[in-house]
């Protein structure tokens, strides 16, 4: 088991700093059209729209990556408060992977 410090070190390395490099945007974009039934594959599309609208892909990212750090902010305070029946958090992500996404 990694130590506190190391799980931070971990969600900026893996989840947070990528989202810095404008490649990703093709990645999603990709992954998008090679799942069209995925979670979140709407993106792809909006992605390619707010390009073509004029938006910087270096502004892009730096607006995905403030979102994934207030989200991954987020989780991390919620599994502390209120966090979990006898802090069972383990799998949590399975749980959020097969609900069904939030509609407006």
Not at 48 to 73: H, K, M
């Amino acid at each position: 088991m990694a130590s506190r410090e190391d799980l931070v070190e971990h969600l900026w390395r893996e989840i947070i700093n990528p989202l810095a490099d404008p490649s990703t945007l093709d990645n999603i974009v990709a992954n998008c059209k090679r799942n069209p039934d995925g979670s979140f594959a709407e993106v792809g599309p909006a992605i390619e729209r707010v390009l073509a609208a004029g938006v910087s892909p270096e502004d892009l990212c730096l607006i995905s990556r403030s979102a994934t750090y207030e989200a991954v902010f987020g989780t991390l305070y919620a599994i502390g408060d209120p966090g979990a029946d006898n802090n069972d958090v383990f799998g949590l992500y399975e749980i959020l992977a097969t609900s069904p996404s939030a509609k407006w």
